[in-house]
T-cell receptor, first 108, second 115 residues
């Protein structure tokens, strides 16, 4: 089956710093998504990005499907960015296969 | 507010008991699915449905049953609870990929402990 790997597993930032999270996947996919799980456990869909680049405020994401990776950029991080970031790909019939996540802690 | 509603939020069961986790969505999404999240792991798919009357197994289906009699509801049944089913359960819905409003919406989760 499809394998999804995320790096780094943990990240600690000072407020205001920038960061890049990486997602590698084992098979060519046409449906990659990024999610944020906040400290209260709620999962929020950040981006649906099968290819190319998208931006939403301080967050942006780039997927290079031919090279099987995606990057999530967080600029000027804030404490509210803390939580776990997951990427997920479509394993067929819109069944999401998740990576193990990057745990981000932004300190004031 | 439109979204995915899960109940209950917390539940403690004794080994061998059965229960149903409820999931309802009001966005008229065709696709619904159940995931479990264990510590240090991503979410793993239990069961999914591509429309009313159609369900199929995901990665970790053993010990769980589902049915989809309406577009809105997708309950998950634990037949005989085991400690290995202690987890956080998430329900999700989405419209088909390629539609203008494609995207996943997750419920707030059910934290289940089996003792």
């Amino acid at each position: 089956g499809i394998q999804v790997e995320q790096s780094p597993p943990d990240l600690i930032l000072q407020e205001g710093a920038n960061s890049t999270l990486r997602c590698n996947f084992s098979d060519s996919v046409n449906n990659l998504q990024w999610f944020h799980q906040n400290p209260w456990g709620q999962l929020i869909n950040l981006f649906y990005i099968p290819s190319g680049t998208k931006q939403n405020g301080r967050l942006s994401a780039t997927t290079v499907a031919t090279e099987r990776y995606s990057l999530l950029y967080i600029s000027s991080s804030q404490t509210t960015d803390s939580g776990v970031y997951f990427c997920a790909v479509d394993g067929g019939f819109q069944k999401l296969v998740f990576g193990t996540g990057t745990r981000l802690l932004v300190s004031p | 507010n439109a979204g995915v509603t899960q109940t209950p939020k917390f539940q403690v069961l004794k080994t061998g008991q059965s229960m149903t986790l409820q999931c309802a969505q009001d966005m008229n999404h065709e696709y619904m699915s159940w995931y479990r999240q264990d510590p240090g792991m991503g979410l793993r798919l239990i069961h999914y449905s591509v429309g009313a009357g159609i369900t199929d197994q995901g990665e970790v289906p053993n010990g769980y049953n589902v049915s989809r009699s309406t577009t809105e509801d997708f309950p998950l049944r634990l037949l005989s609870a085991a400690p290995s089913q202690t987890s956080v359960y998430f329900c999700a819905s989405s419209s088909p990929r390629g539609t203008s409003n494609y995207g996943y919406t997750f419920g707030s989760g059910t934290r289940l402990t089996v003792v």
